[in-house]
């Protein structure tokens, strides 16, 4: 488990509805029978293809909860702390992020750059 996922805590703070893992999967909600949020990732028990897991990575509150804890950041010292661990984290799982997310990111960090002193 990566310093950022500890950070996040994601089993804990998403809640991630089905309507969100059925456009995720860009299948029909009426296909996904239950879902499951474990430690690290999510099992999703569907009708036509079984069981599947799906990294929180790949969800976008994932994204959202990043660029959050970016803005909390008082210090340009915790701000680069934080990007520093956002840059290792997408390095050591860079196949369950999306190509926009570390763009979006680091519109966010350069915003908090000035405020950050």
Known sequence: MTVLFRRIKPAQNFRITKHQIAKFLRIPESLIIKIESWLYVIFVHCLDKGGQFISYRQMEQWK???????????????????????????????????DPVLPFLKKIWAKCLPTAA
């Not at 959050?68 to 702390?81: D, I, N």
């Not at 661990?85 to 997408?90: L, N, Q, S, Y």
């Open 64 to 98: 959202n909860a990043i660029a959050c804890q970016l803005q909390k950041c008082s210090t340009q010292q915790q701000l680069q702390y934080l990007w520093n661990a956002i840059e290792r984290d997408r390095t050591k799982h860079n196949s369950q992020y999306a």
